[in-house]
Protein backbone atom coordinates (compact mmCIF):
# COMPACT_ATOMS: atom_id res chain seq x y z
CA UNK A 1 0.00 0.00 0.00
CA UNK A 2 0.97 3.45 -1.09
CA UNK A 3 1.41 6.00 0.75
CA UNK A 4 -0.72 8.14 -1.08
CA UNK A 5 -3.21 5.44 -0.59
CA UNK A 6 -3.14 5.81 3.25
CA UNK A 7 -3.54 9.69 2.76
CA UNK A 8 -6.12 8.67 1.11
CA UNK A 9 -7.47 6.62 3.92
CA UNK A 10 -7.34 9.91 6.69
CA UNK A 11 -9.42 11.24 3.67
CA UNK A 12 -12.08 8.64 4.08
CA UNK A 13 -12.45 9.21 8.03
CA UNK A 14 -12.71 12.80 7.42
CA UNK A 15 -15.86 13.15 4.94
CA UNK A 16 -17.27 10.30 7.57
CA UNK A 17 -16.72 12.92 10.49
CA UNK A 18 -18.72 15.23 7.93
CA UNK A 19 -21.62 12.74 7.55
CA UNK A 20 -21.99 12.11 11.14
CA UNK A 21 -21.31 15.47 12.45
CA UNK A 22 -18.21 14.40 14.67
CA UNK A 23 -16.32 17.35 15.79
CA UNK A 24 -12.83 17.62 14.43
CA UNK A 25 -10.74 18.06 17.71
CA UNK A 26 -13.04 14.58 19.17
CA UNK A 27 -12.31 12.97 15.23
CA UNK A 28 -8.43 13.75 15.55
CA UNK A 29 -8.67 12.26 19.23
CA UNK A 30 -10.51 8.67 17.95
CA UNK A 31 -8.07 8.52 15.36
CA UNK A 32 -4.59 8.91 17.34
CA UNK A 33 -6.37 6.58 19.98
CA UNK A 34 -7.36 3.59 16.84
CA UNK A 35 -3.12 4.47 15.65
CA UNK A 36 -2.26 3.46 19.55
CA UNK A 37 -4.40 0.15 19.89
CA UNK A 38 -2.75 -1.02 16.26
CA UNK A 39 0.85 -0.32 17.55
CA UNK A 40 0.36 -1.84 21.24
CA UNK A 41 -0.67 -4.76 19.52
CA UNK A 42 1.65 -5.12 17.91
CA UNK A 43 4.21 -4.83 20.25
CA UNK A 44 3.10 -5.20 23.26
CA UNK A 45 2.95 -0.99 24.43
CA UNK A 46 2.33 2.25 22.60
CA UNK A 47 4.02 4.16 25.18
CA UNK A 48 6.98 5.24 23.46
CA UNK A 49 5.39 6.40 20.62
CA UNK A 50 3.82 9.89 19.89
CA UNK A 51 1.46 10.07 17.13
CA UNK A 52 0.83 13.44 15.36
CA UNK A 53 -2.21 13.71 13.17
CA UNK A 54 -2.21 16.53 11.12
CA UNK A 55 -5.55 17.20 9.65
CA UNK A 56 -4.83 20.13 7.62
CA UNK A 57 -2.54 18.39 5.58
CA UNK A 58 -4.71 15.35 5.47
CA UNK A 59 -1.82 12.56 6.93
CA UNK A 60 -0.28 11.58 9.59
CA UNK A 61 2.75 11.10 11.63
CA UNK A 62 4.21 8.26 13.43
CA UNK A 63 7.85 8.44 15.85
CA UNK A 64 9.24 6.00 17.87
CA UNK A 65 11.07 6.58 21.08
CA UNK A 66 13.82 3.94 21.60
CA UNK A 67 16.45 3.74 24.37
CA UNK A 68 20.81 3.22 23.03
CA UNK A 69 21.93 0.23 24.09
CA UNK A 70 25.24 -1.78 23.60
CA UNK A 71 24.96 -4.31 20.86
CA UNK A 72 24.61 -7.43 22.85
CA UNK A 73 22.33 -5.98 25.26
CA UNK A 74 19.07 -5.52 22.65
CA UNK A 75 15.98 -7.06 24.36
CA UNK A 76 13.45 -5.51 23.10
CA UNK A 77 14.16 -4.37 19.51
CA UNK A 78 10.83 -1.95 19.73
CA UNK A 79 11.96 -0.34 22.93
CA UNK A 80 16.07 -0.98 22.47
CA UNK A 81 18.34 0.43 19.59
CA UNK A 82 21.80 -1.00 19.24
CA UNK A 83 24.41 1.83 19.76
CA UNK A 84 25.49 0.35 16.00
CA UNK A 85 22.16 1.30 14.23
CA UNK A 86 22.20 4.30 16.15
CA UNK A 87 25.01 5.87 14.91
CA UNK A 88 23.71 5.29 11.54
CA UNK A 89 21.46 7.38 12.02
CA UNK A 90 23.57 10.11 13.72
CA UNK A 91 27.30 9.39 14.63
CA UNK A 92 27.01 11.44 18.05
CA UNK A 93 25.10 9.14 19.59
CA UNK A 94 26.11 7.20 22.83
CA UNK A 95 24.94 4.14 25.23
CA UNK A 96 21.57 5.27 27.24
CA UNK A 97 21.03 7.94 25.24
CA UNK A 98 17.45 8.33 23.37
CA UNK A 99 16.48 8.12 19.56
CA UNK A 100 13.58 9.38 18.05
CA UNK A 101 13.26 7.96 14.09
CA UNK A 102 10.22 8.20 12.24
CA UNK A 103 7.77 4.79 11.60
CA UNK A 104 6.54 4.03 8.31
CA UNK A 105 3.52 2.87 8.65
CA UNK A 106 2.91 1.48 5.99
CA UNK A 107 5.93 -1.07 6.43
CA UNK A 108 3.32 -2.67 9.36
CA UNK A 109 1.60 -4.41 6.15
CA UNK A 110 -1.92 -4.90 5.23
CA UNK A 111 -2.79 -6.11 8.12
CA UNK A 112 -1.96 -3.31 10.19
CA UNK A 113 -4.41 -0.68 7.63
CA UNK A 114 -7.03 -3.21 7.38
CA UNK A 115 -6.59 -3.48 11.39
CA UNK A 116 -6.36 0.49 12.16
CA UNK A 117 -9.65 0.80 9.48
CA UNK A 118 -11.69 -1.40 12.09
CA UNK A 119 -10.35 -0.11 14.87
CA UNK A 120 -11.66 3.42 13.93
CA UNK A 121 -14.62 2.67 12.35
CA UNK A 122 -15.39 0.91 15.43
CA UNK A 123 -14.70 3.85 17.62
CA UNK A 124 -16.67 6.40 15.78
CA UNK A 125 -19.68 4.03 15.45
CA UNK A 126 -19.58 3.65 19.54
CA UNK A 127 -19.05 7.61 19.17
CA UNK A 128 -21.86 8.24 16.88
CA UNK A 129 -24.65 6.06 19.10
CA UNK A 130 -23.49 8.46 21.95
CA UNK A 131 -24.05 11.19 20.11
CA UNK A 132 -27.50 10.27 19.11
CA UNK A 133 -28.23 9.09 22.91
CA UNK A 134 -27.09 12.35 23.93
CA UNK A 135 -28.53 14.33 21.39
CA UNK A 136 -32.20 12.79 22.06
CA UNK A 137 -32.10 12.87 25.38
CA UNK A 138 -31.90 16.53 25.41
CA UNK A 139 -35.13 16.08 22.83
CA UNK A 140 -37.67 14.33 25.47
CA UNK A 141 -40.83 16.08 25.37
CA UNK A 142 -40.01 17.92 22.00
CA UNK A 143 -41.61 17.64 18.46
CA UNK A 144 -39.54 16.18 16.57
CA UNK A 145 -40.69 15.06 12.49
CA UNK A 146 -39.24 12.92 10.52
CA UNK A 147 -39.78 10.71 7.29
CA UNK A 148 -41.77 7.02 7.30
CA UNK A 149 -39.18 4.86 5.87
CA UNK A 150 -40.50 1.47 6.78
CA UNK A 151 -44.02 0.68 8.20
CA UNK A 152 -43.63 -2.99 10.47
CA UNK A 153 -46.63 -4.78 12.34
CA UNK A 154 -45.98 -3.30 15.54
CA UNK A 155 -44.04 -0.28 14.79
CA UNK A 156 -42.96 2.53 12.34
CA UNK A 157 -39.54 2.93 11.51
CA UNK A 158 -38.49 7.17 11.12
CA UNK A 159 -35.64 8.49 9.37
CA UNK A 160 -35.05 12.65 10.50
CA UNK A 161 -32.67 14.78 8.51
CA UNK A 162 -29.12 13.21 10.05
CA UNK A 163 -29.83 9.89 9.19
CA UNK A 164 -30.80 8.36 12.86
CA UNK A 165 -33.26 5.88 13.35
CA UNK A 166 -36.59 6.99 15.22
CA UNK A 167 -39.69 4.37 15.91
CA UNK A 168 -43.11 5.26 16.15
CA UNK A 169 -44.81 1.87 17.75
CA UNK A 170 -48.47 0.90 16.99
CA UNK A 171 -49.40 1.30 20.47
CA UNK A 172 -48.25 5.52 20.20
CA UNK A 173 -49.98 5.86 16.96
CA UNK A 174 -53.52 7.72 17.44
CA UNK A 175 -55.91 4.54 16.23
CA UNK A 176 -57.19 6.84 13.08
CA UNK A 177 -53.55 7.46 11.80
CA UNK A 178 -52.51 6.46 7.99
CA UNK A 179 -49.37 6.86 6.38
CA UNK A 180 -47.23 5.82 3.59
CA UNK A 181 -43.98 4.89 3.05
CA UNK A 182 -41.91 8.46 2.75
CA UNK A 183 -44.58 10.66 4.53
CA UNK A 184 -43.35 13.35 7.06
CA UNK A 185 -44.34 12.25 10.63
CA UNK A 186 -44.83 14.47 13.33
CA UNK A 187 -44.85 13.86 16.98
CA UNK A 188 -42.87 14.09 20.54
CA UNK A 189 -40.08 12.10 21.86
CA UNK A 190 -41.18 10.11 24.40
CA UNK A 191 -38.03 8.41 25.70
CA UNK A 192 -34.79 7.04 25.27
CA UNK A 193 -33.42 3.42 25.68
CA UNK A 194 -30.02 2.60 25.35
CA UNK A 195 -29.42 -1.26 25.52
CA UNK A 196 -25.84 -2.29 25.32
CA UNK A 197 -25.07 0.52 23.69
CA UNK A 198 -27.98 0.50 21.10
CA UNK A 199 -29.89 3.66 21.43
CA UNK A 200 -33.68 3.48 20.65
CA UNK A 201 -35.88 6.41 20.23
CA UNK A 202 -39.14 6.23 20.99
CA UNK A 203 -41.79 8.84 19.70
CA UNK A 204 -45.77 8.87 20.29
CA UNK A 205 -48.51 10.81 19.22
CA UNK A 206 -50.94 9.57 21.81
CA UNK A 207 -49.22 11.03 24.46
CA UNK A 208 -51.02 14.39 26.77
CA UNK A 209 -47.58 16.15 26.43
CA UNK A 210 -47.76 16.17 22.60
CA UNK A 211 -50.99 17.97 22.56
CA UNK A 212 -49.44 20.77 24.69
CA UNK A 213 -46.67 21.16 22.62
CA UNK A 214 -48.86 21.87 19.50
CA UNK A 215 -50.75 24.24 21.70
CA UNK A 216 -47.48 26.03 22.11
CA UNK A 217 -46.96 26.02 18.66
CA UNK A 218 -50.19 27.08 17.74
CA UNK A 219 -51.15 29.96 20.17
CA UNK A 220 -47.89 32.16 20.83
CA UNK A 221 -49.59 33.26 24.42
CA UNK A 222 -48.83 29.20 25.42
CA UNK A 223 -45.24 29.82 24.13
CA UNK A 224 -44.78 33.18 26.11
CA UNK A 225 -45.79 32.23 29.18
CA UNK A 226 -49.03 34.59 29.33
CA UNK A 227 -51.31 31.29 29.29
CA UNK A 228 -50.41 28.54 30.67
CA UNK A 229 -51.67 24.94 30.12
CA UNK A 230 -52.67 23.18 33.89
CA UNK A 231 -53.89 19.61 32.95
CA UNK A 232 -54.82 17.51 29.70
CA UNK A 233 -56.77 14.71 29.61
CA UNK A 234 -56.74 12.88 26.59
CA UNK A 235 -58.55 9.94 24.95
CA UNK A 236 -56.42 9.91 21.83
CA UNK A 237 -58.10 10.68 18.71
CA UNK A 238 -61.57 11.12 20.07
CA UNK A 239 -61.69 13.42 22.61
CA UNK A 240 -59.74 15.65 24.71
CA UNK A 241 -59.93 18.12 27.32
CA UNK A 242 -57.49 21.14 28.02
CA UNK A 243 -57.94 23.10 31.12
CA UNK A 244 -55.84 26.69 31.14
CA UNK A 245 -55.01 29.51 32.38
CA UNK A 246 -54.02 33.31 32.29
CA UNK A 247 -52.00 35.46 34.61
CA UNK A 248 -53.24 38.18 32.47
CA UNK A 249 -56.75 39.88 33.18
CA UNK A 250 -57.23 41.27 29.95
CA UNK A 251 -56.57 37.56 28.04
CA UNK A 252 -59.17 34.84 27.52
CA UNK A 253 -57.19 32.04 28.08
CA UNK A 254 -59.85 29.99 25.85
CA UNK A 255 -60.49 32.70 23.36
CA UNK A 256 -56.95 33.26 22.80
CA UNK A 257 -56.20 29.02 22.13
CA UNK A 258 -59.31 28.45 20.02
CA UNK A 259 -58.51 31.69 18.37
CA UNK A 260 -60.97 33.86 16.05
CA UNK A 261 -63.83 31.04 14.16
CA UNK A 262 -61.24 28.22 15.62
CA UNK A 263 -58.18 29.49 13.79
CA UNK A 264 -55.93 28.04 16.00
CA UNK A 265 -57.37 24.99 17.43
CA UNK A 266 -58.06 23.65 13.68
CA UNK A 267 -54.48 22.94 13.39
CA UNK A 268 -54.22 20.91 15.90
CA UNK A 269 -58.00 18.89 15.34
CA UNK A 270 -56.18 17.95 11.90
CA UNK A 271 -52.97 16.95 13.39
CA UNK A 272 -55.15 14.80 15.79
CA UNK A 273 -57.14 13.12 12.91
CA UNK A 274 -60.26 15.55 14.38
CA UNK A 275 -59.79 14.86 17.61
CA UNK A 276 -62.34 16.85 19.83
CA UNK A 277 -61.03 19.25 21.92
CA UNK A 278 -62.47 21.26 24.96
CA UNK A 279 -60.59 23.91 26.14
CA UNK A 280 -61.94 24.90 29.18
CA UNK A 281 -61.08 27.42 32.09
CA UNK A 282 -58.48 26.10 34.89
CA UNK A 283 -59.56 27.11 38.47
CA UNK A 284 -58.48 26.34 42.27
CA UNK A 285 -62.43 26.07 43.03
CA UNK A 286 -63.09 22.39 43.30
CA UNK A 287 -66.78 22.06 42.48
CA UNK A 288 -66.46 24.79 39.80
CA UNK A 289 -63.65 23.00 37.95
CA UNK A 290 -65.80 20.11 37.89
CA UNK A 291 -68.28 21.58 36.72
CA UNK A 292 -66.48 23.17 33.93
CA UNK A 293 -64.76 19.92 33.20
CA UNK A 294 -68.43 18.23 32.44
CA UNK A 295 -69.81 20.75 30.24
CA UNK A 296 -71.93 20.46 28.06
CA UNK A 297 -73.91 19.47 30.95
CA UNK A 298 -75.27 21.77 33.55
CA UNK A 299 -74.73 20.90 37.25
CA UNK A 300 -77.06 21.12 39.81
CA UNK A 301 -75.28 20.58 42.55
CA UNK A 302 -71.65 18.83 43.83
CA UNK A 303 -71.36 16.76 46.97
CA UNK A 304 -67.21 16.21 47.64
CA UNK A 305 -65.48 13.58 49.14
CA UNK A 306 -61.70 15.48 49.35
CA UNK A 307 -60.32 12.03 51.34
CA UNK A 308 -61.24 9.75 48.78
CA UNK A 309 -61.20 11.79 45.62
CA UNK A 310 -64.71 11.50 45.44
CA UNK A 311 -68.07 13.61 43.56
CA UNK A 312 -71.23 13.49 43.73
CA UNK A 313 -72.62 14.98 40.65
CA UNK A 314 -76.67 15.67 40.52
CA UNK A 315 -78.40 17.03 37.65
CA UNK A 316 -81.90 17.15 36.20
CA UNK A 317 -82.88 14.37 34.15
CA UNK A 318 -83.05 15.42 30.90
CA UNK A 319 -78.65 16.46 31.67
CA UNK A 320 -77.50 13.13 32.13
CA UNK A 321 -76.65 12.29 29.03
CA UNK A 322 -75.00 15.03 27.98
CA UNK A 323 -72.56 14.74 31.49
CA UNK A 324 -71.97 11.17 30.45
CA UNK A 325 -71.58 11.56 26.84
CA UNK A 326 -71.36 8.63 24.28
CA UNK A 327 -69.85 5.41 25.35
CA UNK A 328 -69.23 7.84 29.17
CA UNK A 329 -66.63 9.57 27.20
CA UNK A 330 -67.23 13.25 28.68
CA UNK A 331 -67.60 11.88 32.20
CA UNK A 332 -63.84 10.01 32.39
CA UNK A 333 -62.28 12.47 30.69
CA UNK A 334 -63.67 15.02 33.53
CA UNK A 335 -62.63 12.22 35.59
CA UNK A 336 -59.28 12.05 33.78
CA UNK A 337 -58.74 15.61 34.08
CA UNK A 338 -59.67 16.82 37.53
CA UNK A 339 -58.51 13.65 39.40
CA UNK A 340 -61.93 13.04 41.13
CA UNK A 341 -64.07 10.07 40.37
CA UNK A 342 -66.92 11.16 39.12
CA UNK A 343 -70.56 9.50 39.87
CA UNK A 344 -73.61 11.01 37.87
CA UNK A 345 -77.47 11.12 39.71
CA UNK A 346 -80.43 12.42 38.90
CA UNK A 347 -82.52 14.87 40.81
CA UNK A 348 -86.28 13.99 41.41
CA UNK A 349 -88.85 16.32 41.04
CA UNK A 350 -90.15 16.98 44.79
CA UNK A 351 -93.72 16.86 43.21
CA UNK A 352 -94.04 14.06 41.99
CA UNK A 353 -92.05 12.40 45.11
CA UNK A 354 -93.47 8.85 45.90
CA UNK A 355 -92.62 6.73 48.97
CA UNK A 356 -89.21 4.73 48.47
CA UNK A 357 -88.78 1.05 49.24
CA UNK A 358 -86.32 -1.11 50.38
CA UNK A 359 -84.44 -3.55 48.22
CA UNK A 360 -85.11 -6.48 50.40
CA UNK A 361 -88.52 -6.17 49.74
CA UNK A 362 -87.88 -7.62 46.02
CA UNK A 363 -86.10 -10.38 47.40
CA UNK A 364 -88.75 -12.15 45.48
CA UNK A 365 -87.97 -10.29 42.06
CA UNK A 366 -83.97 -9.96 42.64
CA UNK A 367 -81.39 -12.10 43.60
CA UNK A 368 -79.75 -11.53 47.06
CA UNK A 369 -76.47 -11.47 45.25
CA UNK A 370 -77.22 -8.58 42.80
CA UNK A 371 -79.18 -6.69 46.05
CA UNK A 372 -75.88 -7.78 48.05
CA UNK A 373 -73.87 -6.14 45.02
CA UNK A 374 -76.11 -2.94 45.10
CA UNK A 375 -76.04 -2.09 48.38
CA UNK A 376 -72.26 -2.66 48.44
CA UNK A 377 -72.41 1.09 46.13
CA UNK A 378 -74.40 2.51 49.12
CA UNK A 379 -77.81 1.75 47.47
CA UNK A 380 -80.79 0.34 50.34
CA UNK A 381 -83.62 1.94 48.43
CA UNK A 382 -85.18 1.44 45.07
CA UNK A 383 -85.02 5.49 44.49
CA UNK A 384 -81.39 5.07 45.42
CA UNK A 385 -80.90 2.86 42.59
CA UNK A 386 -83.01 4.41 40.35
CA UNK A 387 -81.13 7.86 40.72
CA UNK A 388 -77.93 6.58 39.54
CA UNK A 389 -76.67 6.69 35.88
CA UNK A 390 -76.98 3.27 34.26
CA UNK A 391 -73.76 3.12 32.92
CA UNK A 392 -72.38 4.36 36.33
CA UNK A 393 -74.66 1.66 38.17
CA UNK A 394 -72.74 -1.00 35.51
CA UNK A 395 -69.59 0.14 36.27
CA UNK A 396 -69.49 0.62 39.87
CA UNK A 397 -71.35 -2.70 40.82
CA UNK A 398 -69.60 -4.83 37.80
CA UNK A 399 -72.38 -6.11 37.07
CA UNK A 400 -73.66 -7.66 33.69
CA UNK A 401 -75.67 -5.38 31.71
CA UNK A 402 -78.29 -7.68 31.28
CA UNK A 403 -78.56 -7.81 35.42
CA UNK A 404 -78.81 -4.10 35.64
CA UNK A 405 -81.32 -3.98 32.69
CA UNK A 406 -83.37 -6.46 34.54
CA UNK A 407 -83.32 -4.79 38.01
CA UNK A 408 -84.32 -1.21 36.40
CA UNK A 409 -87.18 -2.61 34.65
CA UNK A 410 -88.45 -4.26 37.88
CA UNK A 411 -87.91 -0.70 40.27
CA UNK A 412 -89.05 1.58 37.66
CA UNK A 413 -92.28 -1.00 37.42
CA UNK A 414 -92.90 -0.49 41.10
CA UNK A 415 -93.04 3.11 41.04
CA UNK A 416 -95.31 2.97 37.77
CA UNK A 417 -98.00 0.56 39.79
CA UNK A 418 -97.57 3.04 42.77
CA UNK A 419 -97.86 6.18 40.26
CA UNK A 420 -101.27 4.51 38.53
CA UNK A 421 -103.02 3.43 41.85
CA UNK A 422 -102.59 7.51 43.36
CA UNK A 423 -104.08 8.30 39.95
CA UNK A 424 -107.01 5.79 40.50
CA UNK A 425 -106.97 7.28 44.25
CA UNK A 426 -106.84 10.78 42.84
CA UNK A 427 -109.92 10.28 40.49
CA UNK A 428 -112.40 8.22 43.60
CA UNK A 429 -111.49 11.33 45.55
CA UNK A 430 -112.84 13.38 43.00
CA UNK A 431 -115.71 11.77 42.37
Not at 12 to 29: A, C, G, V, W
Not at 159 to 166: F, M, Q, R, T, W
Not at 265 to 288: A, C, K, Q, W
Request: glycine share 4%; proline share 3%.
Amino acid sequence: MSKKETISLIDTFSEFKELKNIDRSTLISVMEESFRNVLSKMFGTDENYDVIINPDKGDFEIYRNRTVVADEDVEDPNLQISLSDAKKIDEDYEIDEEVTDTVDFIGFGRRAILTLRQTLSSKILELQKDNVFSKYSEKVGQIVSAELYQIWKKEMLLIDEEGNELYLPKSEQIPTDFYRKGDTVRAVVAMVENKNNNPKIILSRISPVFLERLFELEVPEIHEGLITIKKIARMPGERAKVAVESYDDRIDPVGACVGVKGSRIHGIVRELRNENIDVINYTNNLSLFISRALSPAKISSIRLNEVEKKAEIYLKPEEVSQAIGKGGMNIKLAGMLTGYTLDVFRELDENTETEDIYLDEFSDEIDQWVIDALKAIGCDTAKSVLSIARPDLIRRTDLEEETIDEVLAILNAEFAEEDEKAEEEGEETVS
